[in-house]
């Protein structure tokens, strides 16, 4: 029933900034945590940060400092802010939707949108 659609990806130079917004469809958004994982070529799917249902943030310490999670419930939408962006940066982003929790786990979390590519270079 819930559909998520990311948006916002792109190419940029390093020490550049993008803002990645997923859009969710439905009646649950409000009270279900939200979460940015990412997946860069060979390796696993990879926590960067979560947003509870009342606004506590989460970061992987890897993006800490650099990128701002946020939420707009009247939108339905979840924000990534990415600023100081590294090569090491670049891979396939994905916006999640889970319960009332957030896991830094992917098999926590119920519906999954597309992913939108992020690619910094040198």
């Known amino acids: 029933q819930v559909q998520l659609v990311e948006s916002g990806g792109g190419l940029v130079q390093a020490g550049g900034s993008l803002r990645l917004s997923c859009a969710a469809s439905g009646r649950t958004f409000s009270t279900s945590v939200m979460a940015w994982f990412r997946q860069a070529p060979g390796k696993e799917r990879e926590f960067v940060a979560g947003?509870?249902?009342?606004?506590?943030?989460y970061y992987a310490d890897s993006v800490k400092g650099r990128f701002t999670i946020s939420r707009d419930n009247a939108k339905n939408t979840v924000y990534l802010q990415m600023n100081s962006l590294k090569p090491e940066d670049t891979a396939v982003y994905y916006c999640?939707?889970?319960?009332?929790?957030?896991?830094?786990?992917?098999?926590?979390?119920?519906?999954w949108g597309q992913g939108t590519q992020v690619t910094v270079s040198s």
């Open positions: 999640a939707q889970g319960g009332k929790i957030v896991y830094v786990t992917s098999g926590e979390y119920d519906y």
């Open positions: 947003i509870s249902r009342t606004g506590n943030t």
